[in-house]
């Protein structure tokens, strides 16, 4: 498969709205668990949202929880991320990433486990 690209990041506002997206033309030959992670500089990498197109379940971080949606446009072959009431301590690097379904939640962001990674889009957001 060919590498996953991000776009859509930028620098907003507290409480400012973004939506990165990440296509890529086999996300809908087959089915995979998606999920897009986040890192800052010597941070581990953290998943904020996943989604199975297998079963259509999503699993989100406690942190972005009611603020972040997941979703996979399958006409555009295309995953996003809607993140809204953005706050600071979202700045990072988002980075979109693919594996096989049918991961437990329990390990949904278990990074070990996808194999395609994108190199990311910046996300800053300033008080």
């Known amino acids: 498969q060919a590498q996953l690209l991000e776009s859509g990041g930028g620098s907003v506002q507290t409480v400012g709205s973004l939506r990165l997206s990440c296509p890529a033309a086999w996300f809908t030959v087959r089915k995979y668990a998606l999920a897009w992670y986040r890192q800052i500089p010597a941070k581990e990498r953290e998943g904020v949202a996943a989604?199975?197109?297998?079963?259509?379940?999503?699993s989100y971080a406690d942190s972005v929880k009611g603020r972040f949606i997941i979703s996979l446009d399958n006409a555009k072959n295309t995953l996003y991320l809607e993140m809204n009431s953005l706050q600071p301590e979202d700045t990072a690097l988002y980075s979109c990433a693919a594996t096989h379904p049918g991961i437990h939640s329990r390990y949904i962001f278990a990074a070990e486990l996808y194999r395609q990674w994108g190199q990311g889009t910046q996300v800053t957001v300033s008080s």
């Open positions: 989604i199975d197109t297998g079963s259509g379940s999503t």
